[in-house]
């Protein structure tokens, strides 16, 4: 039985940096822990009981005392967390977390195995074998949340396991799990809240010196899964609950990847494990000005998140999984059009070309049937403003028509002949 001031060592000896933190298979470090962001914005806020960021060696948590459990745990994992320490028996109170914090205990935990529930880890002690100190941690009631024994110990655990593979040949794996789906079950004591699903979010990178966020880009592997938090008709494969972290960010409220690069967060947030790779073949016109359609063929366009003309955001509409129909956005600048679907980040070989809005002026004016009829000439799809005054010395200028002509030049008549004389002008925003 380990005693109080054992774990109070280890809570001690977590917030020791160490000078190698910045190596791929760097001993375990708090400054490594939370390299894709804080989805929460938590704090270290002793009043804060629903987000209370918790940052030790092994890991960072959201903790939250009204839940009795973690909301999140992130964390890096490289072969250089594994070692030779074997997996704790024992549970400990987290005496840490602040006094005014209920401090969740392993009795509380007694009964659920009865409606078939675990101790489930966030972060797992086959992650964190290194040490004792370190194994001895993610053993924590801080790291802890009900989960289901088929889930735990069938699905999930098998996810655990391929992440170990994927560390193995060589990558470096930053981890971010949490419960969801929280309404008023709990366990037998009443002291945590059992969520309705579990999910987990794996960036895969390969190994190398500095950093993992240093080396993240938009080819990353990223693993999404949503797994309900059931007790039976669970598949035992996690490919079953591929999902993209923007469905899991739509469950949560939360915000992932928030120290990644934004270009490189809009493709990670798309990504569905598994999905094809898109492409762009070609796109007509090859120019235009701002408000212009343009058609974006390709392929694997299927569930597309976003179109981006030289990194600016485009409204656009999916046609078919072959072809979009985008509008250039206001700010665009010459340069490729990308395309970001579920199996990733499509761009296109060659540039579109931002011109200049056509500007408005009079292609001709005649009278008929003693009425003045204006034809505009322009670009199509903007607002045009007929005005006039009847004189220039002190003008006063009224609005005769606006409008959004769908096709150019068009014809405007104006149909007060009364007055002896009339100036007209055409306005564009």
């Known amino acids: 039985m380990h005693k109080p001031s054992i774990i109070r060592a280890i809570c001690v000896s977590a917030v020791v940096l160490c000078c190698t933190a910045f190596q791929a298979n760097a001993t375990i470090d708090v400054a490594l822990q ?3 962001g804080n989805p929460t914005g938590a704090i270290a806020n002793t009043n ?17 005392d009204n839940l009795g459990e973690p909301v999140w745990a992130s964390w890096d994992y490289t072969t250089g967390d594994t070692g030779s320490a074997s997996r704790s028996t024992t549970y400990f109170t987290d005496t840490n977390l602040p006094p005014n914090f209920y401090r969740v205990t392993d009795s509380d935990y007694v009964g659920v195995g009865a409606i078939n529930f675990n101790r489930g880890h966030l972060c797992p002690s086959e992650d964190r074998t290194n040490t004792r100190t370190n194994n001895d941690t993610v053993f924590f009631m801080s790291n802890i949340m009900p989960q289901s024994g088929p889930n735990n110990q069938g699905v999930w655990a098998n996810l655990e396991n391929d992440c170990h593979t994927f560390v193995s040949a060589g990558n470096e794996l930053l981890i971010i799990c949490g419960p969801s789906g929280f309404g008023t079950n709990k366990i037998p004591s009443g002291k945590a809240y059992i969520g309705s699903n579990v999910w987990k979010i794996v960036v895969i990178v390969r190994t ?17 899964v949503s797994i309900p938090n059931v007790t039976n008709g669970l598949s035992s494969s996690w ?7 923007r469905q899991i960010e739509l469950d949560t409220g939360f915000t992932f990847f928030s120290a990644v690069p934004a270009n490189i967060a809009a493709v990670f947030r798309a990504k569905v494990d598994g999905s094809p790779v898109p492409g762009i073949t070609n796109f007509s016109p090859a120019s235009g000005a701002v408000s212009s359609s343009v058609v974006i063929k390709g392929t694997n366009f299927a569930g597309a998140s976003a179109v981006w ?5 485009a409204a656009f509409t999916l046609n078919s999984s072959n072809q979009i129909t985008a509008i250039v956005p ?8 990308s395309v970001i679907a579920p199996g990733g980040l499509a761009v296109s070989a060659g540039n579109f070309t931002v011109t200049q809005a056509g500007k408005p002026g009079f292609q001709s004016i005649y009278f008929a049937g003693g009425n003045v009829s204006l034809t505009i000439t322009g670009a ?12 220039l010395s002190n003008p006063q200028w009224v609005t005769l028509l606006t409008t959004n002509s769908p096709a150019l030049p068009f014809t405007f008549t104006d149909t007060n002949a009364d007055l002896p004389q009339r100036f007209y002008r055409v306005n564009t925003p």
Do not use: K, W
């Not at 490919?239 to 972290?245: A, D, G, R």
């Not at 206001?330 to 059009?337: E, F, L, N, R, S």
């Not at 199509?380 to 004189?391: D, K, L, P, R, W």
């Open 309 to 313: 003309f030289n990194s600016t955001n």
């Open 239 to 245: 490919q079953t609950y591929l999902t993209s972290t």
């Open 208 to 224: 190398n010196s500095g950093t993992a966020l240093s080396r993240l880009s938009v080819t990353n592997r990223v693993i999404a």
């Open 48 to 64: 804060n009981h629903n987000h209370y960021l918790i940052q030790r060696n092994v890991e960072a948590l959201d903790y939250s």
């Open 380 to 391: 199509v799809a903007n607002s045009y403003t007929i005005m006039a005054v009847t004189n």
């Open 34 to 36: 939370m390299q894709l």
């Open 330 to 337: 206001t700010g665009a600048t010459t340069g490729p059009i």
